[in-house]
């Protein structure tokens, strides 16, 4: 079946614009995550949801960063004011249920995001 | 705070030599450990898990509390297993976030 999309797969802004991303998950998972991969580093969590709530949004870096996820299916994470720093490869996953441990969590291909 | 460590950004094998990508973790708890793999051009995906106990592609890995590690091993290095490696953590407190360490390239030389 179909696997965790993500769109766009490039997006390039300029300083100060407000930018969306979006993940389709895999049809039935419950679990949603979102990641950061800066060049040269792994991944970095983001923000969890669990259904339609965010249960640990402890990884998002400030206010500038928001996300949602209304009918528990597709997310859209949402960047305000955006800043060079922001450039980063941005990872969906989703999982069946939500323990890491017995759980797989499956990765999109990632959103590159580029702020000029 | 958890925290994943892989010292080699670059691992340079030949085609049949043993492979040992090294990952040491720091968290006070009994961590959950995975390995996941990023091949050319395809996404990032789950290689194996330490409670699983499991062989995949001839890959094993042993967690060692004593020594807080999770090295990743294979005796016969292939050149298909050329890719991206991260080791992962999951703490299990209460949150189901993954702590990745950088990564390690390994390159098989044919």
């Known amino acids: 079946g179909a696997g965790v999309s993500q769109t766009p797969s490039n997006k390039v802004t300029e300083k100060g614009k407000y930018v969306e991303l979006r993940c389709d998950p895999i049809?039935?998972?419950?679990?949603l995550y979102w990641y950061r991969q800066s060049l040269g580093q792994g991944p970095e969590f983001l923000i969890y949801?669990?259904?339609?709530?965010?249960?640990?949004d402890s990884g998002l870096p400030n206010d500038r960063f928001f996300a949602v996820r209304p009918e528990g299916s597709v997310s859209t994470l949402k960047i305000q004011r955006t800043e060079r720093g922001d450039s980063a490869v941005y990872l969906c996953?989703?999982?069946?249920?939500?323990?890491?441990?017995?759980?797989?969590?499956?990765f999109g291909p990632g959103t590159r995001l580029t702020v000029l | 705070a958890q925290r994943v460590t892989q010292p080699e950004k670059l691992l340079s094998v030949f085609k049949g030599a043993p492979v040992e990508l090294k990952c040491n973790y720091s968290?006070?708890?009994?961590?959950?450990l995975f390995w996941y793999v990023q091949y050319s051009r395809q996404r990032l995906q789950l290689l194996l898990r330490?409670?699983s106990r499991e062989s995949i592609k001839g890959f094993t890995a042993d967690l060692n509390k004593g020594e807080t590690s999770f090295h990743l091993k294979k005796p016969f290095a292939q050149e298909e297993d050329s890719a991206m490696y991260y080791c992962?953590?999951?703490?299990?407190?209460?949150?189901?976030?993954?702590?990745f360490g950088k990564g390690t390239k390994l390159s098989v030389i044919p």
């Open positions: 996953a989703s999982s069946l249920r939500t323990d890491p441990s017995t759980d797989t969590q499956y």
């Open positions: 049809s039935g998972h419950t679990a």
């Open positions: 968290y006070s708890g009994s961590p959950e």
């Open positions: 330490h409670i």
């Open positions: 992962a953590l999951y703490s299990g407190a209460g949150s189901y976030q993954l702590t």
């Open positions: 949801f669990q259904g339609t709530g965010a249960a640990d």
